[in-house]
């Protein structure tokens, strides 16, 4: 059965895209630690980082790059935690690889719960991130 993320690669479910290219896709988390948290995934379906062909793993981290400048510039903030849950044991929830870009403030903590942001929000954050992305 095919991930959550690999149903959003295939707009078979909605995501607010940020970013795609012909090997990733970035989009916003649903349920964010902070405004702009952002996931990129390959394109390619694999659960474990350890199983990503060298041709997937170089444009993903690329792309993983890419994605945290353009989020970094939206969110108007240098500083941001880049983590991969790889395996149960280490959090992962979605069994499909990917990388959460999370920005962060000088003095403020993530959210636990995570935060739950309006659709409307999330549209302005997605729209920002994209404006933000380099050519």
């Known amino acids: ?11 078979e479910l909605p995501g607010e895209i940020v970013y795609e290219d012909d090997h990733a ?16 995934v390959p394109k390619f ?6 199983a990503l062909p060298p041709d ?10 890419k994605v945290a400048r353009a989020v ?12 991969l849950n790889n ?4 959090g992962q929830v979605v069994f499909h690889v990917h990388f959460h870009i999370i920005p962060r403030h000088e003095g403020v903590r993530t959210a636990r719960p995570p935060l ?9 954050i997605g729209k920002a ?3 933000a992305v380099e050519p």
């Open 116 to 124: 739950r942001l309006s659709n409307q929000r999330m549209t302005e």
């Open 25 to 40: 896709l970035a989009f916003l988390d649903i349920n964010p630690k902070s405004e702009g948290h952002t996931l990129v």
């Open 45 to 50: 379906p694999v659960a474990s980082f350890d």
């Open 72 to 83: 970094t510039r939206a969110m108007n903030t240098p500083h941001y935690n880049l983590s």
């Open 129 to 131: 991130i994209r404006e």
């Open 56 to 65: 997937v793993l170089a444009p993903l981290m690329l792309a993983v790059q």
């Open 1 to 11: 059965m095919a991930s959550i993320f690999t149903r959003i690669i295939n707009r």
């Open 87 to 90: 395996g149960g044991p280490a």
